[in-house]
C-alpha cells in the first residue's frame, strides 16, 4: 500500500471525493456543497492506494499555528479493519509534525471513537450533533509540551 499527497483538482481528489461520498454522505442522504470543496483547496489531501486503486483517504486542514484538524477520514467498505485506517493516521501525523504541528484535532463520529482512542486521541467535549448524528471533539498532542 503507497501513502501519498493528493492534489486538489485532481483525478485521485475526484476519486477521493467519490469514495467519501460514498462511505460518509450517501448513507446519510447528504452531498457536497461547492462551498465545501472551495474551502478544501488550502488542505492536504491523503491517499491509501493498491496498484492504483484508491483505498482511503483523509484530509488535514490547519486552521491555526500548530493546529492541524483532521477531517473526512474514510475507507472502503469492504477494507474496514485492515490497517488502512491507521496507516492514514500515522502518516496525517507525520505530515502535521513535519509542518510544526503539536496537536491534531477532529470532530469524530460517536461510531468511530474507538478506533480514533486506540490511536491515541482523547475525547475532549461532550457529545453533539453534527450532520445529525452523534459526534464529539477530540485530539491528540504530537509532541511533549
Known amino acids: 500500500m503507497a501513502l501519498k499527497l493528493v492534489d486538489h483538482g485532481s483525478e485521485e481528489y475526484n476519486r477521493m471525493l467519490e469514495l467519501r461520498h460514498a462511505v460518509l454522505r450517501k448513507p446519510l442522504g447528504l452531498e457536497f456543497t461547492e462551498e465545501e470543496l472551495a474551502q478544501e483547496k488550502h488542505c492536504l489531501h491523503i491517499g491509501a492506494f493498491e496498484d492504483n486503486k484508491l483505498l482511503g483517504c483523509c484530509f488535514l486542514k490547519f486552521e491555526e499555528p500548530g493546529v492541524a484538524r483532521l477531517r473526512q477520514m474514510a475507507v472502503i467498505n469492504t477494507l474496514q479493519g485492515k490497517g488502512i485506517g491507521t496507516a492514514l493516521m500515522r502518516f496525517a501525523e507525520n505530515i502535521a509534525r513535519d509542518r510544526g ?26 457529545e453533539f450533533e453534527q450532520l445529525n448524528i452523534p459526534h464529539v471533539k477530540m485530539e491528540k498532542l504530537l509532541i511533549d509540551l
Do not use: H, L, Q, W
Open 101 to 126: 504541528c503539536f496537536k491534531i484535532v477532529m470532530n469524530a463520529r460517536k461510531t468511530a471513537t474507538g478506533f480514533y482512542s486506540k490511536m491515541g486521541y482523547e475525547i475532549c467535549s461532550d
